[in-house]
């Protein structure tokens, strides 16, 4: 079965540079979700979208922005990168007419040196 | 302090044995309960989701949610070596939000 699919796996930046994260969810699925995770920590949650729109908010830095598009795919724009922005980053996709069952990708792992 | 809390571990235990993973949460409006599996460097894999109270079997694994007590468990039965791994624990108010994570429990199964 198809699944979500994040690229690039691996980025290695410097601190001040900007990077996208690209996001392709499950065929049909209409929400996607951004979720950050440290060394160590669970993931958080940073921002989600719903057929294109804005549907929740979460501790994303005003650095970071994010759309998603009318093929459902998302990007995550991250500008001005810091040392503590080293982390993966998790897209999930879900469709919204069956509920809870959100499936990850397989992360893109950041490093900003 | 944070709204979901789960038992830390880590947990080593030989293989064959019961698993139990148990997480405690202080909002009341959580309805929706998940449990992933995530192996190093990898995405969170659902392994069950369960809607309010109850319980919910599939395979080795069992899910119980007791809202009463704002209190959730994951079981595993026969334990591998390929269970080892960090389990989360995850909730959600609405049907289509964020999720909320435990801070994960790795188990590890020795052979």
């Known amino acids: 079965a198809a699944g979500v699919i994040q690229s690039p796996r691996h980025l290695i930046k410097e601190k001040r540079e900007t990077a996208t994260l690209k996001c392709y969810p499950i065929?049909?699925?209409?929400?996607v979700y951004w979720y950050q995770q440290g060394p160590g920590q669970d993931p958080q949650f940073l921002i989600s979208?719903?057929?294109?729109?804005?549907?929740d908010k979460g501790s994303i830095p005003d650095r970071f922005s994010a759309q998603q598009f009318s093929d459902y795919h998302s990007e995550l724009n991250m500008s001005s990168l810091e040392l503590g922005d080293s982390a993966l980053y998790f897209c999930?996709?879900?469709?919204?007419?069956?509920?809870?069952?959100?499936?990850f990708g397989p992360g893109t792992r950041l490093t900003v040196t | 302090q944070k709204e979901v809390e789960q038992d830390p571990g880590p947990l080593s235990v030989p293989e064959g044995a019961i698993v139990s993973l148990n997480c405690t949460y202080s909002?009341?409006?959580?309805?929706?309960f998940m449990w992933y599996r995530q192996y190093s460097r990898k995405g969170p894999e659902l392994l069950m989701y369960?809607?309010?109270?109850g319980n919910k079997e599939d395979g080795r694994f069992t899910a119980q949610v007791d809202k009463s007590s704002k209190y959730i468990s994951l079981f595993i039965r026969d334990s591998q070596p390929s269970d080892s791994a960090t389990y989360l624990c995850?909730?959600?108010?609405?049907?289509?939000?964020?999720?909320?994570f435990g801070d994960g429990t790795t188990l590890t199964v020795k052979p």
């Open positions: 999930a996709s879900s469709y919204s007419g069956t509920g809870s069952e959100q499936y």
């Open positions: 065929p049909r699925h209409d929400t």
């Open positions: 979208f719903y057929e294109k729109m804005q549907s």
């Open positions: 909002n009341s409006a959580f309805q929706y």
């Open positions: 369960t809607y309010s109270s």
């Open positions: 995850a909730m959600r108010v609405t049907n289509a939000g964020k999720s909320t």
